[in-house]
């Protein structure tokens, strides 16, 4: 049983092709997932953003009620300040008044506070809305490439494909299943060339005997990584 070295060759070329292919195929869909991925993470950073917006608003809404309500609490001992009948329990109200004049004053500068957080936080939503605009535009970009890149891989897969069934006619009828099972396990890997007495595939220094059927055209099959083998153009 003789095999042509260009016929193997050619069968080598093919197969690389299609693995580059397939695997240029499979990597758009990766690329596209990698930018959700991104927009997904911009549309969480967000929603945290604007969730912090809406708990400051909130606390500082809250502390303004508290402030009118110890606002009317000072009225209210104020108005009984004339009403007292001993100077005790006139010292004990102005006591109160203080000191919800005091809390009064901690919780103006706490909200003073908070309506400036809530200027800053203003400031990151709009950054984090750009933010998401972009990952978003980037995603339709890398779809629309994905999308126009894998129409042309696809059709150099069906050409390549159709150069393989004719390339593989040249196979000898007794090699076509041993062929088509070190393909089927190793894919590409599956035919290695063979530089001198060295199977390029795993570096194994072939005998005698296999540069001896290799210069005959016979199949050899490396003993190491079990690859077709053939040798290199020279």
Same mark, same amino acid.
Do not use: W
């Given at each position: 049983?003789?095999?042509?070295?260009?016929?193997?060759?050619?069968?080598?070329?093919?197969?690389?092709?299609?693995?580059?292919?397939?695997?240029?195929?499979?990597?758009?869909?990766?690329?596209?997932?990698?930018?959700?991925?991104?927009?997904?993470?911009?549309?969480?950073?967000?929603?945290?953003v604007?969730?912090?917006?809406?708990?400051?608003?909130?606390?500082a809404?809250?502390?303004?009620?508290?402030?009118? =309500?110890?606002?009317?609490? @000072?009225?209210?001992?104020? &108005?009984? +300040?004339n %009403?007292?009948?001993?100077?005790? !329990?006139?010292?004990?109200?102005?006591?109160?008044?203080?000191?919800?004049?005091?809390?009064?004053?901690?919780?103006?500068?706490?909200?003073l506070?908070?309506?400036?957080?809530?200027?800053?936080?203003?400031?990151?939503?709009?950054?984090?809305?750009?933010?998401l605009?972009?990952?978003?535009?980037?995603?339709?970009?890398?779809?629309?490439?994905?999308? =126009?890149?894998?129409?042309? @891989?696809?059709?150099?897969? &069906?050409? +390549?494909? %159709?150069?393989?069934?004719?390339? !593989?006619?040249?196979?000898?009828?007794?090699?076509?299943?041993?062929?088509?099972?070190?393909?089927r396990?190793?894919?590409?890997?599956g035919?290695?060339?063979?530089?001198?007495?060295?199977?390029?595939?795993?570096?194994?220094?072939?005998?005698?005997?296999?540069?001896?059927?290799?210069?005959l055209?016979?199949?050899?099959?490396?003993?190491?990584?079990?690859?077709?083998?053939?040798?290199?153009?020279?």
């Open positions: 049983m003789a095999v042509s070295t260009a016929v193997l060759r050619e069968l080598h070329r093919i197969h690389r092709q299609l693995s580059d292919l397939n695997d240029r195929l499979a990597r758009g869909p990766r690329q596209v997932k990698a930018r959700e991925g991104q927009v997904a993470a911009q549309q969480a950073a967000l929603a945290e604007e969730e912090l917006v809406k708990q400051t608003k909130l606390a809404d809250q502390k303004q009620l508290d402030l009118k =309500s110890g606002e009317l609490k @000072i009225e209210d001992l104020k &108005a009984k +300040l %009403g007292c009948s001993s100077n005790k !329990e006139y010292q004990s109200l102005l006591e109160q008044i203080s000191a919800s004049e005091m809390a009064g004053s901690v919780l103006a500068d706490e909200i506070e908070a309506l400036e957080k809530i200027d800053q936080l203003d400031v990151k939503v709009v950054e984090a809305e750009k933010n605009q972009l990952a978003n535009n980037e995603l339709t970009k890398c779809r629309d490439i994905v999308a =126009s890149e894998s129409d042309v @891989i696809r059709e150099d897969i &069906a050409r +390549l494909e %159709g150069e393989l069934k004719v390339a !593989e006619q040249g196979l000898p009828a007794d090699l076509k299943d041993e062929y088509r099972r070190v393909i396990g190793k894919g590409v890997d035919m290695s060339e063979v530089d001198g007495r060295v199977c390029l595939g795993c570096g194994f220094q072939m005998t005698l005997n296999m540069q001896n059927d290799l210069m055209s016979k199949p050899v099959f490396c003993k190491s990584c079990g690859c077709l083998l053939y040798n290199s153009e020279k």
